[in-house]
């Protein structure tokens, strides 16, 4: 079998998704909210919600506050109203609040660029780490997502069971610089064109290079 061509297949990738809009944590950062900690925050904000939801919300939340500082002025019910459209607002107020307390007594008002650090925040994982890293930070960092972790699979480049088995996956095999942009690439594709159920193939660009593997099927 002959072995997927990944620079091929991104470049194509690329093409695709240009009409559509950025992932949200890349929109947020082309915006101006780009300091480690606006995008920790945001990345937050983005779990279990829809990107249509995370930037209004981030925006909201931004607009009342951009560093731990003035986060940490604010209360965690006052911060759960601002995101209160983010599913689980109220328990992500929570961890927003906490960090923006801790960065403030302990870190100069600042978010090093530290993943220990970073993952040592409750309800951080390293989806959220390796986003602020790679996004904020320039560090090179593999951040998995449901769609990166399906469409790598649907395409055999990696024969993995969950996001984090893909991480690893993906560190050993895919080169550093794509690291970054699998992510940027990968969630606007698997929206709208390598979806879930019934992927669109019939419009994909890789349609022919594609094994399509796990795909019952597609329109």
């Known amino acids: 079998m002959t072995e997927f061509d990944i620079d091929q297949a991104l470049a194509l990738v690329a093409e ?21 900690f606006e995008q920790l925050i945001a990345c937050i904000i983005s779990i279990r919600t829809y990107d249509e939801v995370t930037i209004p919300a981030s925006r909201h939340l931004f607009a009342q506050a ?41 870190y100069q008002n600042q978010l090093p660029c530290d993943r220990e650090l970073i993952l040592s925040f409750h309800g951080v994982g390293p989806k959220c780490a390796n986003l602020t ?30 996001p984090e088995q893909t991480m690893t996956a993906l560190e050993a095999k895919l080169p550093p610089k794509y690291w970054l ?8 594709f698997g929206k709208h064109i390598c979806q879930p159920r019934v992927p669109r193939c019939t419009a994909c660009p890789l349609f022919t290079i594609c094994p399509r593997l796990g795909v019952r099927s597609y329109r």
């Open 66 to 106: 951009r560093t731990p500082q003035q986060m940490a002025a604010l209360t965690p019910q006052q911060i759960a109203q601002l995101i209160q459209a983010s599913t689980f607002a109220e328990r992500k107020a929570g961890q927003i609040h906490a960090i923006a307390q801790t960065l403030t007594a302990e």
């Open 133 to 162: 890293l790679g996004i904020a930070c320039g560090q090179p960092a593999i951040s998995v997502d449901t769609h990166v972790h399906r469409i790598t699979n649907r395409w055999g480049y990696v024969h993995t069971n969950s």
């Open 181 to 188: 942009e699998i992510n940027r690439l990968l969630v606007p």
């Open 16 to 36: 695709a998704v240009r009409p559509y809009p950025p992932a949200a944590l890349f929109q947020l950062a082309d915006e101006g909210y780009h300091t480690p």
